[in-house]
């Protein structure tokens, strides 16, 4: 009698293992295959809007380096605008003239940072219209107008939140 309790205990104790090791296992196959690229700092939220196209391995594949390279790139133009701002506000807040030759300068340098990040989205957003087809570049463009329809302007009322 003592025998089969034995047996029956590590018959079920084999198979709650066996279940903690297979959901273990989908688990990680879950976490391992979704994307992990950063969000994207032009929408909010989480997620790149290309994620939601249903994209091939393929595309993918082609998409994620030029998200990359194009992120780095728009970060650092983010930052050289950011020091541009707070030499502004340092310019401005000298007193002085604040139409002077230092801060006309600095205002044409951002103006052509501000250039710069626009043409390296319309770069990236040609560049990713090619890889799309066209059920998916409709619904990428679809996206993109929600996108411009929600975001608020910075000079709004509640602080641009």
Not at 33 to 59: E, I, N, R
Not at 63 to 91: N, S, Y
């Amino acid at each position: 009698m003592k025998s089969k309790w034995l047996t029956v205990v590590l018959v079920l104790s084999l198979a709650i293992n066996a279940g903690v090791i297979v959901s273990m296992g989908y688990h990680y196959y879950l976490s391992a295959s979704t994307l992990s690229t950063a969000p994207c700092p032009m929408l909010p939220g989480d997620a790149h809007p290309y994620q939601s196209l249903g994209l091939s391995k393929d595309q993918l594949a082609k998409i994620d380096p030029m998200a990359q390279k194009f992120h780095a790139r728009i970060t650092e133009l983010g930052a050289a605008m950011e020091a541009k701002r707070e030499l502004l506000v340092d310019l401005l807040a000298k007193g002085g003239d604040p139409a002077g030759v230092e801060v006309e300068n600095v205002r044409r340098e951002m103006a052509g940072i501000q250039d710069e990040i626009q043409k390296e989205v319309i770069t990236h957003i040609t560049a990713l219209k090619k890889i799309l087809d066209r059920d998916q570049q409709r619904r990428f463009f679809v996206l993109m107008r929600q996108s411009m329809t929600h975001a608020q302007s910075p000079l709004s009322t509640n602080g641009g939140k």
